[in-house]
């Protein structure tokens, strides 16, 4: 496994397993099994509806708790409960979180931060993230935050590296996890010409060589799927290096071009919208 500091010292894997879109029964076979594999970081989110999976996955996977760099999302409506962070990691199973973000710059969002910043005092947090802030919302953020965040979770690939975002975060070493890295399955951008050449020469698919972009791009990745043999082809990326030659024709491909447009009216919707929380088991 590659690695990168944050701004705060700790490390995270540069590739994980993520479990958006993933029903619980199919987020705990995910995460058992990518764990197993290999992988050591695993994303997921309250607005998700499989928190409790993803706990039993890392348990069932055998590591201990300290091998597992575990990452989740508190969704709006949950920003001004401040039972929010423990009933969280009481889903999940644990006593701490390795990084915990705000989902959406939707409801109360600087209360959702300040419980961020709450949770990382009490070291039930040990990074903190934003998930989604962009443009404005990260400039009012800014302003406000006690502690700078570790990550910002947001949409990235070849066709949208973030440029104007990226600014930003060098100035604080704010990393980048992407979502949608590889274009939300958009044919057209996995048929890119530079990404079979590239394949044939070493030997991956055109999917592998996006996602070796991404960490060479220092970007994290976490690619989701419940199919275990292309959770073992996307941890397959890290035999080989893509050359600044190779990099630089890829950053040819960047045109601004994003999948997700998010209104105002949907923000809206996410702040009234309450996560369908699988529910406990019982003895």
Known sequence: MEYITLNNGI????????????APQDAENSVREALKMGYSLVDTANAYGNERAVGRGIKESGLKREEVFLSTKLWPSEYDNENAVDETLERLG???VDLLYIHQP??????GYCQLEKACKEGKAKSIGISNFEGKYIEELEKQWEIVPQFIQVEAHPYFTQKELRQTLNKYDI???????????DKSLINEPI?????EKYGKSPAQIILRWHTQMDFVVIPGSKNVNHIKDNLNILDFTLTDEEMAQIAKLDKDQRYYHRTDEQLDQYAGWKPNYEKAYSL
Do not use: E
């Not at 939707?106 to 209360?111: I, K, T």
């Open 11 to 22: 490390k995270s894997p540069v590739i994980g397993i993520g479990t958006f879109m993933l």
């Open 175 to 185: 990393k980048l996890m992407s979502w949608y890295p590889l274009g939300h399955g």
């Open 94 to 96: 644990v006593d701490y």
């Open 106 to 111: 939707a409801g109360n969002w600087l209360a």
């Open 195 to 199: 990404f079979a050449q590239l394949g």
